[in-house]
């Protein structure tokens, strides 16, 4: 079956404008999770969804970031006025529970590039 | 969460068994080691996962010793498509936050 899809693949940015990056998860999986990938780096938590709930927006760095997922299923991650800061990959990941014990399936990410 | 500690790099070559270490002193009761792996311009893809003792499937094995605070994990003869990122993660199942850390470069050399 399908994997986790992103869309746009590569995004680049002027400062100051505002993104929309996309995520469709494995069907019928529960929970998606963004993470913010900088270079070299591991990935890093933002914000988690169960369904349409927004359960934890703990690792969103500000509130430029927007997550939202209203239909339990796909999902969309804004940043308004982007900062060269922001330029990072950007992953989504969903799984079938909502525990570190199940398996979590990762998109390819988005690439964003502020200019 | 508990802090995950492993090398920055590492090269093997092509045929052979690599072992990936990961120290997690601080490991809670409750915590769970979990493997994934990451290609260039790829997220990272779900390895394995253990408790304690050993754990294996088709791709890789999982020791973990008694005392729980270091994990390896063991790739079988490794070929140049394994050449990725490892990040050892731990953590216990009601937490649904994956905690990466830097992760473990291996070079695969033919």
């Known amino acids: 079956g399908a994997g986790v899809s992103q869309s746009p693949r590569y995004k680049v940015a002027k400062r100051g404008q505002d993104v929309a990056l996309r995520c469709d998860p494995i069907?019928?999986?529960?929970?998606l999770f963004w993470y913010q990938q900088a270079l070299g780096q591991g990935p890093e938590f933002l914000t988690y969804?169960?369904?349409?709930?927004?359960l934890d927006k703990s690792g969103l760095p500000s509130d430029r970031f927007f997550a939202e997922r209203p239909e339990g299923s796909v999902s969309t991650l804004k940043i308004q006025r982007t900062q060269q800061e922001d330029s990072a990959v950007y992953l989504c990941?969903?799984?079938w529970g909502s525990g570190q014990g199940d398996e979590q399936y990762f998109g390819p990410g988005t690439r964003l590039t502020v200019t | 969460l508990a802090k995950t500690t492993q090398p920055i790099s590492m090269d093997s070559y092509e045929g052979q068994e690599v072992n990936i270490t990961c120290s997690h002193n601080?490991?809670?009761?409750?915590?769970?080691i979990t493997w994934y792996q990451q290609f260039p311009s790829q997220g990272p893809r779900f390895i394995i996962q253990?408790?304690?003792t050993k754990v294996t499937n088709e791709v890789a094995s999982l020791f973990i010793p008694a005392d729980r605070k270091s994990s390896t994990l063991s790739l079988p003869r490794v070929s140049l498509s394994d050449t990725a990122v490892y990040y050892c993660?731990?953590?216990?199942?009601?937490?649904?936050?994956?905690?990466f850390g830097k992760g473990n470069q291996v070079v695969v050399i033919p």
């Open positions: 990941a969903s799984s």
């Open positions: 993660l731990v953590g216990d199942h009601g937490n649904n936050r994956l905690a």
């Open positions: 969804f169960q369904n349409e709930a927004q």
């Open positions: 069907s019928g999986h529960v929970s």
């Open positions: 601080n490991i809670a009761t409750n915590d769970y």
């Open positions: 253990g408790y304690k």
